[in-house]
Each structure stands twice: as structure tokens, then as C-alpha cells.
């Protein structure tokens, strides 16, 4: 619902636009374009909000899902608590990986033959097996490598038709917040409290922190469960699609309070009848600038977050702050905190300039970070606290840098190609993660060197993508779908 008109007793007023510059929207007519703005002097926020809160209701059995997956990841790259009786092998650590690019390439190229609805109840359903399949087996190994194949297979095969639904279900001056708590709000909520959990942990408990884990999977998929079955709505834009637009008209309906069927909700589908004819002729070429570059935005959201991160945390907080686990908790809140208000940030401030100011200083703590692991195989104490603050507060503004992208991935595709490139770019970070996890970390602990490179490279690459993202990332805030896609048709962003 990318183009709703609120009405005037809402706060917003119409501003016609006319683009003159755009021959693709204007190849076939000279058709005027109008886009809402919010009136600041008299927005009523919390009404607007509520507003809108169905289309947050409508993706949020995914984003408990996502949230589950949060834990997984954070397990995976060395958030964990170690016990002897269980030798945990490289492929427990990867499985979770692995499973996710497999489901996300299966939701990516299939899930159009499915209901959005059928699908998430499918994946919470995998969620809680997964979940219970951990919870009843303390120690067994076998029992830990299913629940996280099925959890990373949940998580996979639920992000594509998430991230595409939730751009369609949207108002656009509300899709940043909704994407955003759809996927990014909920994974990293999910990595802080895997991370508290590996450090509160009693290592003598029977009752193991995977069980735990294993639980909090267990009722998440429950929960996400019932979400699916009663809040699922099916997107206007594929009920038109499918020559339902009696559907197409109830579900506008649906995504708003109070329920009505009005003048603005027929407006509203001669909108997406719009959007429909316009992408109906899009294809790779059109979609594969963007594709680049979220992949390449992906990755480094990867490489910010990975277990050589984890394992450098671990390494400079022992060092400064011995067994306290103040420093990890410290770490995961800092990372929520600028990802969460960053994302609250995208449709006022919009995407660009939270992703240049995080990419930008993340970059520049990487260097100093890696300066601290330069000169000597060991570390002075100095140093190490040094380090470990710099991390602290690179992990603060990469939350914020990578905000956007759950936006960015929302809007970006020719809609016949969206689910299959948010896949693939989905699967980039996943094997990036994949791939930092066959590191041999026994190699970085004999050595700072490799510590240093590490970060010397990730600070190259994030200053490098900072100008990349400057020439060749576009501002998306307050536009429609249609418009933000042909923004990113074309390789170097235009001039506005």
C-alpha cells in the first residue's frame, strides 16, 4: 500500500509533482505524480501510527521468526557458552548458515507459487519443531544439528517474501520503520539476548543454554504461529495481479483502522494497477545495478558482525575485564540501540544519510582498532582497552550504518524479480558469514597481526563503501515503490 492518501484530518496534503526528467515513468504519457508529505505543524503522530499498525501486524509472525534466527547467528560466530560434554564441530557452528541460503533460495524463487499466509505458518511451523527438537535433548548432538537446519531453513525460506510483502503493505511514509522492524529490529534484538545469555549462563546447570535457546525458538514459532493464522494479509499488489480486486479492495482494507472501503481506497488500487503495468517490462537489466549493490551492502553488514568480531571481543575483554561479561552485554546493547534508532530515523531522515554517517565512522574506528594489534604479537594493557572500546563503539555505528538496508532491500527490484534478489542478496551475507567461520582463530590468538588485517581490510572496505554509496545509493524516503525502484535502475544516481 506504497501510495495511500491519508485524509486531510490526518496532518498530510497533497503536492502534485511533475518529473521531467524521468523518460521511463513518462514513456508512454505525460502523467503528473503526487506524493503525501507529512505536515509537521499538524501531524497527529500516534494517530497516524495506529493507524498504520495492521501493516506491521501483517509481517509479524516473520519477524518473530527472524527474531529466533537472531539467536542462531549470534551462537554461531562464538556467542555461546562452552561445556565439555559436547565437542561442538565446524559444521554445527556453519549448519545454520548453510540451511539459511538453502531456504532463502527456495523463498526466493518459489515462494510465489505459495500464500503469503501458508508460508509463514509453514516456517513458524519449522520454527517450533526446530525449537522443541532442541529443548527435549540436553546433550545430543544430532538433536542440535536438526533444530538448527530447521531454524536456519525458517528463517531462509521467510526473509524474501517478508521483505517484498512488507514494501507492498506500506504506506510509503511508513515502509522504512515497517521493513526495518520486520527483519533488522528483530534479528538484532535476537543477537543481544543470545548474547546476555551466553554470559549469564551457569555452566553447571542441567538445563543447558542450546535448551534454552531450543525453548525460546519453540514458543517464538508457537506465537509466530497463531500471528500468521489470524494477521496474514495477503498483498493487494499480487491479489490485483491475479485478477482479484474485490480481494485486492478488502485487503487495502484491511491494512488500516478503522476498516473501511472509501474514495482513497479505489485511488489507492488504481495505484498498484499502475505499479503493475509499469513492471511488467522490467527485467535483469534493470534489476541488477541494484542487485550489486545491495550484495555488496550485505556483505559488509556480515563482515561488521562476525566471528572474528566476536572472538576479538572476547580476547581484549578478558584482557581488561577478566570474566566480567559487562563488556558483551555492552556490545549487543550498543549494536540494538543505534540499529533500532537509526531504523526509526528512515522516514524522517531518510536512508542515505544514516547509511553514509555510520559507514563513514565505522570505517575510520576500524583503523584506529586495528593500529591497537599492529607492532607486537602481544598486547599492552593499554592497548587492549583501547581496542576494546573502539570496538564498543564501532559495533554503535554500524547498527546505524546498515539500518537501511532492510528498506533498501524492500524497493529496490523490478517486482517480477524482487523475491529472487533479495535472496541472492541474502545469501551473499550468509556465506560471507559462512566463509569467516572456517578462519582458524588458534592462528589470530598466536597473532595480532591477523586481527590487525582483518580490520584494516573491513575499514578499507567500509570507507570504500562509503563512496561508493555516495555516488551510487539513492534517497528513497517519501517515495512511492514505482519511484524508488526507477532509482536504482541505473548505475550512477542522477543529480536530484
Known amino acids: ?57 501483517a509481517v509479524g509472525a516473520a519477524a518473530l521468526i527472524f527474531l529466533s534466527g537472531g539467536l542462531h547467528i549470534a551462537w554461531s560466530i562464538g556467542f555461546d557458552s562452552v561445556f565439555a560434554e559436547l565437542e561442538v564441530t565446524n559444521h554445527v557452528r556453519i549448519c545454520w548458515f548453510i540451511a539459511a541460503i538453502i531456504g532463502a533460495l527456495l523463498g526466493g524463487f518459489f515462494s510465489r507459487w505459495f500464500p503469503y499466509k501458508v508460508l509463514m505458518e509453514f516456517c513458524s511451523l519449522l520454527t517450533l519443531t526446530g525449537g522443541i527438537v532442541m529443548a527435549v535433548n540436553g546433550l545430543d548432538l544430532d538433536a542440535l544439528l536438526a533444530g538448527r537446519y530447521l531454524n536456519g531453513l525458517a528463517n531462509g525460506l521467510a526473509i524474501a517474501p517478508t521483505l517484498a510483502m512488507a514494501g507492498e503493505l506500506s504506506v510509503f511514509y511508513k515502509r522504512g520503520t515497517h521493513t526495518s522492524a ?33 525453548a525460546m525458538s519453540g514458543v517464538l514459532g508457537g506465537i509466530a504461529l497463531l500471528l500468521a493464522f489470524l494477521l496474514s494479509i495477503e498483498s493487494p499488489v499480487d491479489l490485483l495481479e491475479q485478477g482479484d480486486e474485490q480481494g485486492a479492495i478488502q485487503a487495502l482494507s484491511r491494512l488500516q483502522r478503522p476498516r473501511a472501503v472509501t ?21 535483469w537489466r534493470q534489476a541488477l545495478p541494484a542487485l550489486l549493490r545491495l ?3 550485505r556483505a559488509l553488514y556480515a563482515l561488521s558482525l562476525s566471528m572474528v568480531v566476536a572472538f576479538t571481543l572476547a580476547w581484549t575483554s578478558t584482557a581488561v575485564y577478566g570474566e566480567s561479561s559487562g563488556p558483551y552485554v555492552l556490545f549487543g546493547f550498543l549494536r540494538l540501540v543505534f540499529s533500532c534508532s537509526g531504523a526509526f530515523a528512515l522516514d524522517s531522515l531518510g536512508r542515505k544519510i544514516p547509511l553514509l554517517l555510520g559507514l563513514v565512522i565505522s570505517g575510520g574506528l576500524c583503523f584506529g582498532l586495528a593500529s591497537r594489534f599492529t607492532g607486537s604479537l602481544l598486547l599492552t594493557l ?30 529496490a527490484f523490478p517486482r517480477r524479480l524482487k523475491r529472487t534478489c533479495i535472496a541472492l542478496c541474502y545469501a551473499t551475507e550468509m556465506l560471507v ?44 524516503k517519501d517515495t512511492t515503490l514505482l519511484q524508488a525502484q526507477f532509482k536504482f535502475q541505473e548505475f550512477v544516481i542522477p543529480p536530484a
Not at 533488522?184 to 535457546?213: A, H, L, M, R
Not at 576494546?388 to 524497493?411: D, K, N, R, T, V
Request: glycine share 6%; hydrophobic share 35%; net charge negative.
Open 1 to 57: 500500500m506504497n501510495s495511500d492518501r491519508p485524509s486531510p484530518d490526518d496532518g498530510f496534503h497533497v503536492v502534485p509533482i511533475h518529473s521531467d526528467s524521468d523518460n521511463h515513468i513518462h514513456r508512454n504519457s505525460d502523467r503528473q505524480r503526487e506524493l503525501i508529505l507529512q505536515n509537521s505543524q499538524t501531524s497527529p503522530c500516534c494517530n497516524r501510527d495506529l493507524r498504520n499498525q495492521p501493516q506491521a501486524n
Open 295 to 297: 550484495s555488496v551492502m
Open 182 to 214: 520486520a527483519e533488522q529490529w528483530p534479528t538484532t534484538i535476537g543477537i543481544f539476548v543470545q548474547i546476555v545469555c551466553s554470559k549469564s549462563w551457569d555452566p553447571q546447570s542441567e538445563f543447558t543454554e542450546e535448551q534454552f535457546q531450543g
Open 433 to 476: 558469514q559462512l566463509l569467516v567461520c572456517q578462519v582458524d582463530l588458534s592462528a589470530f590468538g598466536s597473532d595480532a597481526g591477523y586481527v590487525a588485517l582483518y580490520f584494516f581490510s573491513l575499514g578499507g572496505l567500509l570507507l570504500a563503501g562509503f563512496l561508493f554509496c555516495v555516488w551510487y545509493m539513492p534517497e528513497t
Open 263 to 283: 474514495a482513497e481506497t479505489y485511488d489507492q488500487v488504481r495505484d498498484h494497477r499502475t505499479y503493475l503495468q509499469h513492471h511488467r517490462s522490467l527485467g
Open 382 to 411: 593499554s592497548d587492549s582497552r583501547m581496542a576494546l572500546w573502539l570496538l564498543l563503539i564501532f559495533q554503535l555505528f554500524a547498527g546505524l550504518a546498515f539500518a537501511p538496508g532492510s528498506s533498501y532491500l524492500s524497493e
